[in-house]
């Protein structure tokens, strides 16, 4: 068996291979309104301690309790479908208040399954936006927060130092480092290899890389300057999907950021990355990543989006269906007890019909809709030449109605008015795949207000 998703550890070049895996990771349904695109980080592991390369999450303290949480905004409440990794880890929008059924809240605030997830999981949660983390700093934890491997990075150490020297504060030196990032640093998934002093390298050569280099880097730096720190993974940001009304996360969505204790304020959320490539966090990882083929078409990326629904509704019917219902699957027409080639017979039939219609509406409600109000723009436009005598004929393109018309046209902006229709019209409907809605919307009202002259005579 292959375990997927997010691993327990995570050294320079360790997530590389998962910002590039387009499948999904989960789905998130939310009772009310979607969180805004910089609030959509899904918690997953908190890494504490750091060797010199790699960074762990380290076993627990036995009988330790959430970290206290208290809110400062309304709650979210949400479900998640998680697709299968064989870790026992689950996703939380950060951060959770509660564990759901079948499952524990370490201290942390992260949740472990009982079990693997070795098949489609399906859990409602409870989360907060805003809020403070953690009451009093434990001295044990203090201690974890702030331990850094001997021998390692002394430059990072010398300029942790430097800021200490000259009197800057908690808050000052988190400013100076993401103010260091943002003035000299790249975000890219070609991240060049470092050495053994990996932060060195990271922050006074290389200089470039993604969430992963500059979440161990950040953290790193605060634990240097004596502010305890640590690094947590899991995913950010996700597509919007209409159709199916869900937030559709894939494995390129992986993410890794920082957590602080500031006095006063407990454990804050710092994402050094956010420094870096804004653009990461307001509009997610296919628009950094911009070199992957998939993303360098919009019409593409919606296309795939859509048709995640008919993944969805496959996941939904199959890999949900357990032997309880198969048993009672054939009931409602007279089959109590059905043999294996009864069942897999109805399933191919039953669920080959849900994929059709499934893909039919997938690409009815995506593409057709649109198209639909296309079409009735452009008959619009053509009726109010009918309305003079001058109909577009079965055999006859866009272009050639246009120039069977071009000497009826008036000099001036009536005509200029007609090409600019034409144009558009032929490049909505056949330069993309799915015209935007708004590019519709704004066809159709310029259409409304086109009027020809007068007198309009029949072209020979």
Known sequence: ETRTGLDDRMSPGSMSELLIDDSPALRVRFDDSLPAPAARYFRALVLWDFDGSTWTRGRPRAGTPAEAIAATTAPVDYEITMEPTLQPWLLALDVPVRAPDEATMRSDRTLAARSRVSQLRQYRLRSVLEYRLG?????????????????????????????????????????NALAMFNASFTYTLSAPLLGRNSVDDFLFETRAGYCEHYSSAFVFLMRAAGIPA??????????????????????????????????????????PTAAVSPIRIESGAAAANGSDAWYSASWLLELRNSFDVVNRYWTQAIVQ?????????LAPIGIDSADQRQLLLALVSVFAAILLAATAWVLRSGAAAHGD????????????????????????????????????????????????????????????VTPAQADVQLFARKVGEFRLPRVVKESA
Do not use: M
Request: glycine share 10%.
């Open 135 to 175: 009451g009093e700093l434990e001295s044990g934890d203090r201690q974890r927060a702030l331990k850094l491997p001997a021998g390692f990075n002394p430059k990072t150490l010398a300029l942790a130092k430097q800021w200490r020297e000259q009197g800057d504060d908690d808050e000052d030196v988190v400013s």
């Open 230 to 271: 640590r690094v947590v993974t899991g995913y950010q940001g996700g597509w919007w999907n209409g159709l199916g009304n869900y937030l559709l996360v894939r494995n390129s969505d992986a993410h890794a950021w920082s957590e602080v204790w500031l006095a006063g304020r407990g454990w804050v959320r710092i994402d």
């Open 321 to 329: 269906f357990n032997a309880l219902r198969q048993k009672s699957l």
């Open 373 to 432: 109000a296309l079409d009735k723009a452009w008959q619009r436009f053509c009726r109010s030449f009918a309305r003079r005598g001058l109909r577009i004929r079965s055999d006859e393109g866009p272009l050639d109605f246009l120039a069977r018309s071009a000497g009826l046209l008036p000099d001036g902006p009536c005509r200029d008015r007609a090409h600019q229709l034409v144009d558009e019209y032929i490049r909505l409907r056949y330069g993309v």
